[in-house]
């Protein structure tokens, strides 16, 4: 992998991965969180999710974790004048908390299921919950192209029940799942199709443009097997 060409079409993108406001929405209904709660976004990316997670705790805190650099910078940029949103370049395996709810949206595969859970249980508060997106296969018979859909992700893909399973295994119940809607995966591909097209426009190295053909290759790709795989919202907390 060209890290450097990934990371020129991966760049300047409002998100990193399917989401949408109404899931953050959904999650905060869900586990009655107060508008001063305090919140974790682990892996936050360019900080696609913060605004809606601001809305959930407008009189409370957030903090972002994010390896990237220039995802972490994007962050900050976002909420530059916000002082109850801080952004920390350090790894989401670090979380000291107390969090009454850890989001996770397309990023707990780093460290897998269960080794997120066990990591993450002692930055809880006695209510806390986490709630992460989490890549799955919506059948039991998926078919060659949807299991080479997720050919280049870490971990292997699940389906919702493994994925339960797995939960269940390190102690945790599962309060609620759902799985991300198609609008939830146009508002990350359609940005990076047009990023795409702005970079050839402008002429791009050999290198980047087959960053921006492997790009093109997984959107049009998640379009043929949208339902038979996807992603699946959990909303989790310790049993
Ligand atoms: C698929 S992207 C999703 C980003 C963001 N949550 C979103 O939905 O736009 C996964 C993110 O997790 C980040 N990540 C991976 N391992 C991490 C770690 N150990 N600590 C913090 N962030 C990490 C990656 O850099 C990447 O930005």
Same mark, same amino acid.
Request: with cysteine; hydrophobic share 45%; charged share 20%.
């Given at each position: 992998?060209?890290?450097?060409?990934?990371?020129?079409?991966?760049?300047?993108?409002? &998100?990193?991965? $399917?989401?949408?406001?109404?899931?953050? +929405?959904?999650?905060?209904?869900?586990? %009655?969180?107060?508008?001063? %709660?305090?919140?974790?976004?682990?892996?936050?990316?360019?900080? %696609?999710?913060?605004? #809606?997670?601001?809305?959930?705790?407008?009189?409370?805190?957030?903090?972002?974790?994010?390896?990237?650099?220039?995802?972490?910078? #994007?962050?900050?940029? &976002?909420?530059?004048?916000?002082?109850?949103?801080?952004?920390?370049?350090?790894?989401?395996? *670090?979380?000291?908390?107390? !969090?009454?709810?850890?989001?996770?949206?397309?990023?707990?595969?780093?460290? *897998?299921?269960?080794? #997120?859970?066990?990591?993450?249980?002692? #930055?809880?508060?006695?209510?806390?919950?986490?709630?992460?997106?989490?890549?799955?296969?919506?059948?039991?018979?998926?078919?060659?192209?949807? =299991?080479?859909?997720?050919?280049?992700?870490? %971990?292997?893909?699940?389906?919702?029940?493994?994925?339960?399973?797995?939960?269940?295994?390190?102690?945790?119940?599962? =309060?609620?799942? &759902? $799985?991300?809607?198609?609008?939830?995966?146009?508002? !990350?591909?359609?940005?990076?199709?047009?990023?795409?097209?702005?970079?050839?426009?402008?002429?791009?190295?050999?290198?980047?443009?087959?960053?921006? +053909?492997?790009?093109?290759?997984?959107?049009?790709?998640? &379009?043929?097997?949208?339902?038979?795989?996807? !992603?699946?919202? !959990?909303?989790?907390?310790?049993?």
């Amino acid at each position: 992998m060209d890290w450097d060409a990934f990371f020129a079409v991966h760049r300047d993108l409002p &998100r990193e991965g $399917p989401g949408l406001a109404e899931d953050v +929405a959904w999650v905060g209904g869900l586990i %009655g969180i107060s508008p001063q %709660g305090q919140v974790c976004d682990a892996g936050c990316g360019p900080g %696609g999710d913060l605004a #809606a997670l601001r809305q959930l705790v407008p009189q409370g805190r957030i903090d972002g974790f994010e390896t990237v650099p220039h995802f972490v910078e #994007a962050a900050r940029k &976002r909420f530059a004048g916000d002082p109850s949103v801080r952004i920390v370049g350090e790894s989401m395996e *670090g979380l000291s908390g107390p !969090y009454d709810l850890i989001w996770s949206a397309g990023a707990v595969y780093f460290l *897998g299921v269960a080794g #997120a859970l066990n990591t993450w249980r002692a #930055a809880l508060s006695d209510q806390g919950a986490v709630a992460f997106s989490h890549p799955c296969l919506f059948t039991d018979t998926p078919s060659e192209a949807a =299991l080479a859909f997720w050919e280049a992700e870490p %971990g292997g893909i699940e389906t919702e029940q493994t994925t339960r399973d797995e939960i269940a295994a390190v102690g945790w119940r599962v =309060l609620a799942a &759902r $799985p991300l809607s198609d609008a939830a995966w146009a508002a !990350y591909y359609e940005p990076m199709m047009a990023r795409c097209d702005a970079l050839e426009a402008a002429g791009v190295s050999e290198a980047v443009a087959a960053a921006i +053909a492997a790009a093109r290759k997984e959107a049009s790709d998640w &379009r043929a097997v949208a339902h038979e795989t996807g !992603y699946m919202l !959990y909303v989790v907390r310790p049993a």
